[in-house]
């Protein structure tokens, strides 16, 4: 066989499916779901009641400029140390709440990561929609980069979209699958949302460790047929 058609077949073979994913994905987040609701809910807490406090404080541009920023720096840096927490889990060890403070220094990577796929996803968006979903599901992963491989900005923008390269598709029906029960749990007087929020997450971290297993692959089988 060809190293090409070695590495398209490689390519196109499912990296994981949905009942995989969501099956290994439930039960990892039931073995840790009081820590990782428990974190979920302190930050829910944390972030209204830092809201309350800085909107008695606004009183004129320079007040909420200060604000905003201390809202989304608290919320970087939970999502930061959430997805650490979500990667424990995974590997069946306990989440710990130092993941938080080691994933600090990474903040100003994310925030810059962020706004650059909003923008794209936003421009995408205003191509007839379809491009700023597709962007979208190539650039999800830059978070997993920047917080399993210290990635830097254009590195973990880089590799996502390499990584979720001929995937798409699926990635698309999971994503909708993610966001279903993320309303589900909505729809459960919003208690289900503390359920909700953490097998969404783990989802995402699961087929992400998926993926990176299958491109791993095809790179070990291309190195193997380049160097017999």
């Known amino acids: 066989?060809?190293?090409?058609?070695?590495?398209?077949?490689?390519?196109?073979?499912?990296?994981?499916?949905?009942?995989?994913?969501?099956?290994?994905?439930?039960?990892?987040?039931?073995?840790?779901?009081?820590?990782?609701?428990?974190?979920?809910?302190?930050?829910?807490?944390?972030?209204?009641?830092?809201?309350?406090l800085l909107e008695s404080l606004r009183a004129g541009v320079v007040s909420i400029i200060i604000a905003t920023l201390a809202n989304v720096l608290l919320y970087m840096l939970f999502e930061l140390g959430y997805y650490k927490n979500i990667f424990?889990?995974?590997?069946?060890?306990?989440?710990?709440?130092?993941?938080?403070?080691?994933?600090?220094?990474?903040?100003?990577?994310?925030?810059?990561?962020?706004?650059?796929?909003?923008i794209i996803i936003l421009v995408g968006l205003a191509l007839l929609i379809v491009p700023g979903v597709y962007m979208g599901l190539r650039l999800q992963f830059a978070v997993a980069f920047i917080?399993?491989?210290?990635?830097?900005?254009?590195?973990?923008?880089?590799?996502?979209?390499?990584?979720?390269?001929?995937?798409?598709?699926s990635l698309?029906?999971?994503?909708?699958?993610?966001?279903?029960?993320?309303?589900?749990?909505?729809?459960?007087?919003l208690v289900g949302l503390f359920v909700a929020i953490p097998l969404f997450y783990m989802m995402q971290c699961y087929a992400y460790r998926k993926l990176m297993e299958a491109h791993d692959s095809v790179g070990k089988e291309s190195e193997e047929l380049t160097n017999p």
């Not at 698309?172 to 007087?189: A, S």
């Open 1 to 52: 066989m060809s190293l090409c058609k070695t590495i398209k077949y490689t390519i196109m073979k499912p990296a994981f499916t949905i009942p995989e994913v969501f099956s290994t994905s439930w039960i990892r987040t039931k073995e840790q779901i009081w820590i990782l609701a428990g974190l979920f809910i302190s930050f829910v807490i944390l972030y209204c009641l830092l809201f309350i």
């Open 88 to 118: 424990q889990a995974l590997d069946e060890t306990e989440p710990q709440f130092s993941a938080y403070g080691k994933q600090a220094k990474k903040v100003f990577t994310y925030i810059v990561v962020s706004i650059t796929t909003v």
């Open 147 to 169: 917080v399993e491989e210290d990635a830097g900005i254009v590195e973990s923008l880089k590799r996502s979209w390499n990584l979720t390269k001929g995937h798409t598709k």
């Open 172 to 189: 698309l029906v999971l994503g909708l699958v993610m966001y279903g029960i993320v309303i589900l749990g909505t729809l459960l007087l």
